[in-house]
């Protein structure tokens, strides 16, 4: 098995990101394509092929490539971002994209980006956000259900996406910040383990392999996953998340 990770330069533009729950604080560019940088490597050391997009200097926010699909093992599904600024991302994002897998398209007026799609076993769960609307959640359904996957949504309040508020760190265990996630949400059968309260933006973890890669700034939250006996690694995305991003948006994961 070949795990592909597919990433994109940060922007020259990230400074006019879109930001929903965030004031805007200057992001130092430099800084920013270090981290992003090291977060490469860290996943070619965890045994991802990168395949790195070159740099869209009109696209603020393309370095989030997980918005413009949903890959799953049998198709991927390229979006159609609920932020205007970022429907042109879906473009490369899907060129390349077409080697690996059969593609299917949102399209108007349905929204919907991958940040909203969490994967547990043969569910996706899809936030309905400010970004995920209800004909979009639709349309994915229609794409994936011929291959077995049935779409759980949930509204979500507080939060930009669903794996702002959620992400998978095991087959079997969710990571979660309850405070953005509606009860009961998810499947109960499901482990869950809570995030630091002092961390509030610690739910998104980019799970490879067997292998948590949580934020620098997290280091309760990430000792709490440590003690449950996972293994981790911390990455220092500081100024990403500056534009509202964290660990998952920067890659789509692809196994062949
Ligand atoms: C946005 O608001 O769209 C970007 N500034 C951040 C997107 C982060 N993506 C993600 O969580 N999947």
Not at 22 to 39: C, G, V, W
Not at 96 to 103: D, G, I
């Amino acid at each position: 098995m070949t795990r592909i990770a597919i990433t994109r330069a940060v922007s020259r533009a990230i400074a006019a990101c879109e930001l929903t729950h965030l004031a805007r604080e200057p992001i130092d560019l430099a800084r920013a394509r270090a981290q992003h940088a090291r977060y490469e490597e860290v996943l070619r050391a965890l045994g991802c092929e990168v395949r790195a997009l070159p740099e869209a200097p009109g696209l603020p926010d393309s370095v989030f490539v997980e918005d413009a699909a949903v890959v799953l093992d049998e198709i991927a599904v390229i979006t159609r971002p609920g932020a205007v600024s970022r429907r042109a991302e879906t473009v490369t994002v899907a060129e390349a994209l077409a080697p690996l897998r059969t593609l299917a398209r949102i399209t108007a007026p349905a929204t919907l980006d991958g940040g909203d799609v969490l994967r547990v076993g043969r569910t996706l769960h899809v936030g309905r956000s400010g970004r995920s609307n209800a004909e979009g959640i639709a349309q994915l359904a229609a794409c994936v259900a011929p291959f077995g996957y049935r779409v759980a949504p949930l509204a979500l309040d507080g939060c930009l996406h669903l794996k702002s508020a959620v992400t998978a760190v095991g087959p079997h265990t969710l990571l979660v910040q309850p405070r953005w996630l509606p009860e009961p949400a998810l499947d109960p059968a499901l482990e869950r383990i809570e995030v630091d309260p002092d961390e509030p933006f610690a739910a998104n973890a980019l799970m490879v392999g067997t292998v948590v890669v949580v934020a620098e700034a997290h280091p309760r939250t990430r000792r709490r996953l440590e003690r449950r006996g996972f293994e981790v690694r911390a990455v220092d995305v500081s100024e990403l998340a500056k534009a509202e991003g964290a660990l998952t948006c920067c890659s789509l994961l692809i196994e062949t």
